[in-house]
């Protein structure tokens, strides 16, 4: 499988504990994305990547959330003391800058519960 | 403010029957729109990308048309089947290519079909 992988797929945690979530991104792009999902809405934009620099992270995000994508290859990212306002679905993509279509591949997505 | 909306916010017809999902848009600049099927529990996969001098475009059942002039965009479904059940979401890009702060995202149209 050649597609965005992302790992776990699901995640259940207490509260105040951290969580981290992997993305490996199709092998040949250079951009990557984290977006946030909950019920009913669309994905909310996180944090964006080109190669290993963050060039963009949204100011919703606080300041518990941390994502690092230390050789342009694969992200993580982390959330430090988690919240029940944290449960949602963590989705990775990834796109070609080359490809210049601006699509967008999305992993499955990592879902978090917060308990 | 750049916005996206969509309608109806959700949809349930008969299987065999046909369908068309409303996107409207105030994104400028404009690039491209995409419309986006994301599954239950699934990443979004793109079905298809409107530029604006495209008004129309199919890929199998579905149909999508942009007028760029109004700022709107519609999904027909033709003949739905059972595997059309999922969450259709609207993303319009300000940039050609690509990059997350140029993409503003719909919250979708939750669409079922029933046998």
């Known amino acids: 499988d050649t597609g965005v992988s992302q790992d776990p797929r699901h995640k259940i945690t207490k509260r105040g504990q951290n969580v981290t979530f992997r993305c490996d991104p199709i092998?040949?792009?250079?951009?990557l994305y984290w977006y946030r999902q909950t019920l009913g809405q669309g994905p909310e934009f996180l944090t964006y990547?080109?190669?290993?620099?963050?060039?963009?992270k949204s100011r919703l995000l606080s300041d518990r959330f941390s994502a690092e994508r230390p050789k342009g290859s694969f992200s993580t990212l982390e959330i430090q003391r988690t919240e029940q306002g944290d449960s949602a679905m963590y989705l990775c993509?990834?796109?070609?800058?080359?490809?210049?279509?601006?699509?967008?591949?999305f992993g499955e997505g990592s879902r978090l519960t917060v308990l | 403010k750049n916005q996206v909306e969509q309608s109806p916010q959700s949809l349930i017809i008969l299987e065999g029957k046909n369908c068309t999902l409303q996107c409207n848009y105030t994104v400028s600049p404009f690039s491209n729109l995409r419309w986006y099927k994301q599954d239950t529990g699934r990443g979004p996969v793109s079905l298809t990308i409107m530029t604006f001098s495209e008004n129309t475009k199919s890929n199998g059942r579905y149909t999508a048309t942009l007028d760029a002039d109004t700022k709107q965009s519609s999904l027909h479904i033709t003949a739905s089947q059972l595997s059309d059940s999922a969450s259709y979401i609207c993303v319009v890009s300000e940039y050609s290519g690509g990059g997350a702060d140029g993409l503003t995202f719909g919250k979708g149209t939750h669409l079922i079909i029933q046998p």
């Open positions: 993509a990834s796109s070609s800058q080359a490809a210049n279509t601006g699509e967008l591949f």
């Open positions: 092998s040949e792009h250079n951009r």
């Open positions: 990547f080109q190669n290993e620099a963050q060039l963009e």
